[in-house]
């Protein structure tokens, strides 16, 4: 469901590219923010912050430093409207930074330094485990497999969520964007890096990989005997 709210964003925004637009200054920021509402309507913010011409990196900055914010608030999951709008928060600033998009935009370069943010202040589980997800589709991606790979060795529960993570992306399920086989060799070197060197430390982080590593669907580089 979640994973159609993201195509659902994407598909939004790039339907904005067709809309003329002209110059927009930085103090315009808060008015697109005005603009998406408390809901956050798809694609506004995506648009916005992914256009070659028209926002000022330091306009689209703050647009991202609001998503920030809203997708860390203190919203409690039974408050279904501001919850989903939180959530919606945390995959714009997902969608403003993915490759693979199309069109003339560009991902927005700021987008990865955000979503860590997001998993590091977010008091909800479920959005620190999904944010993981969005890492691995921005530019930045091997920082975010650096990322994942020290989240997978921590004590907590989220460790096994990271491994998941690498295996998804192992497996070519991506974030908004094609992963090529390259792309799956990089997760898998990692998923590989950390069975042999034994550094998972969580009965779940480690059935994670062990089942990875029997699975015939794994994608890693061929290993020298």
Do not use: C
């Not at 939004?12 to 956050?40: C, E, K, N």
């Not at 792309?183 to 950390?194: D, M, P, Q, T, Y």
């Amino acid at each position: 469901m979640k994973h159609f709210l993201l195509l659902a964003i994407l598909a939004s925004a790039a339907q904005s590219q067709t809309r003329p637009t002209s110059h927009t200054p930085d103090s315009s920021a808060v008015s697109i923010m005005a603009r998406a509402g408390a809901r956050l309507e798809l694609g506004s913010t995506v648009s916005a912050m992914r256009r070659r011409a028209g926002l000022s990196r330091s306009a689209r900055d703050e647009i991202a430093d609001s998503l920030l914010q809203r997708a860390i608030g203190p919203v409690q999951p039974a408050d279904t409207g501001r919850y989903n709008a939180k959530y919606r928060a945390m995959l714009q600033l997902g969608a403003a930074g993915a490759v693979g998009y199309g069109g003339d935009d560009v991902p927005y370069p700021g987008a990865f330094e955000r979503l860590v943010g997001v998993f590091e202040q977010s008091p909800d589980g479920q959005i620190r485990v999904a944010v993981m997800y969005q890492m691995l589709s921005t530019p930045d991606r091997p920082r975010a497999l650096t990322f994942l790979r020290q989240v997978a060795t921590g004590q907590d529960n989220v460790a096994a969520y990271a491994v998941r993570t690498l295996i998804r992306d192992n497996r070519g399920l991506a974030a908004g964007m094609r992963l090529s086989e390259a792309n799956r060799l990089e997760s898998g070197r990692v998923l590989r890096e950390l069975l042999d060197t034994h550094v998972v430390v969580t009965a779940d982080a480690q059935q994670e990989l062990f089942g990875w590593s029997i699975s015939p669907n794994r994608v890693e580089p061929k290993r020298v005997e």
